[in-house]
């Protein structure tokens, strides 16, 4: 009888497993700091909690899908090239973001349109880039072991 030889994989993945979990740390960080900065600009209504959960699923579906475009079209080089170029533009889009979060209400305007806005405009960026940084990573450490 023949003995399959399990593998076990890389045995120090320590700096994917670090960039996997800071990714998500950041990503769900953001998510609750920037509905916290909302509620009081907002009125503080459970509908800018229910809106902002609403947008930061939506935010990683579109996150994922443009991680699985980048794996199954693109050559590892380029997808990663595409990649980092969109994390120095979210880094400069962060540190261009209004500091004012009553700025950008808008008298008018729907609410959960307000809220939408406001979120796409201080943290959307940033949250899709940190979306699709996991399965990124995930499907090359997959490619090379």
């Not at 990714?23 to 900065?37: C, D, H, I, N, Q």
């Not at 090239?81 to 994390?87: D, F, G, I, N």
Request: hydrophobic fraction near 55%.
């Amino acid at each position: 009888m023949a003995s399959a030889r399990v593998s076990t994989g890389d045995p120090r993945p320590t700096p994917l497993l670090a960039a996997v979990g800071l990714s998500a740390y950041l990503l769900f960080t953001l998510e609750l700091v920037t509905g916290r900065l909302l509620l009081p600009v907002f009125g503080g209504s459970p509908s800018v909690w229910t809106t902002a959960l609403c947008f930061y699923a939506g935010v990683v579906l579109t996150g994922y899908a443009y991680a699985h475009v980048l794996v199954t079209k693109m050559n590892e080089r380029s997808a990663t090239m595409v990649h980092c170029a969109l994390l120095a533009v979210a880094v400069v889009a962060a540190l261009v973001a209004p500091r004012d979060v009553a700025a950008l209400r808008s008298d008018g305007v729907a609410p959960v349109a307000n809220v939408l806005w406001a979120l796409a405009v201080l943290s959307g960026l940033p949250a899709f880039v940190l979306s699709a940084t996991t399965p990124l990573l995930s499907a090359r450490y997959a490619e090379h072991h």
